[in-house]
């Protein structure tokens, strides 16, 4: 008896465990290359990485929390916020973080 409740106890935290380690899927809106309207800058992100070019691209990885899309450079603090809205196939508007809000295409 007392062993059939430690297996279902060390089961128990096992599916927790992997539960919890399981990475949840990025918005397959959000993932591809993008362009300003005015076309000086571009924006790449992948499933890890933020890459906003403008003039020398610079990766940073992400996550994303609601509709702000949290970036960090080499894994520093504090995250930079950008504020993701009307966010469309071909078309969204990324708010930086002084405010300013810039439409990026596919």
């Known amino acids: 008896m007392k062993k059939t409740h430690l297996i279902l106890?060390?089961?128990?935290?096992?599916?927790?465990?992997?539960?919890a380690c399981k990475s949840s899927a990025a918005n397959k809106k959000l993932l591809g290359k993008w362009h300003s309207a005015d076309q000086k800058t571009k924006?790449?992100?992948t499933a890890?990485?933020?890459?906003?070019?403008?003039g020398?691209?610079?990766?940073?990885?992400?996550?994303?929390k609601g509709d702000t899309l949290f970036t960090s450079?080499?894994?520093s603090?504090?995250?930079?916020?950008?504020?993701?809205?009307?966010?469309?196939d071909k078309s969204m508007m990324l708010i930086y973080p002084?405010?300013?809000?810039?439409i990026f295409l596919r």
Do not use: C, H, N
Not at 77 to 88: A, E, G, H, M, S
Not at 98 to 102: A, E, F, K, P, R
């Open 9 to 19: 106890a060390a089961t128990a935290v096992g599916i927790v465990v992997i539960a």
């Open 43 to 45: 924006l790449e992100i």
């Open 48 to 54: 890890k990485d933020f890459i906003l070019d403008e």
């Open 56 to 64: 020398e691209p610079i990766a940073e990885s992400y996550f994303t």
């Open 73 to 75: 450079y080499e894994g």
């Open 77 to 88: 603090q504090p995250y930079t916020r950008f504020l993701i809205k009307d966010l469309k």
């Open 98 to 102: 002084d405010s300013t809000s810039v």
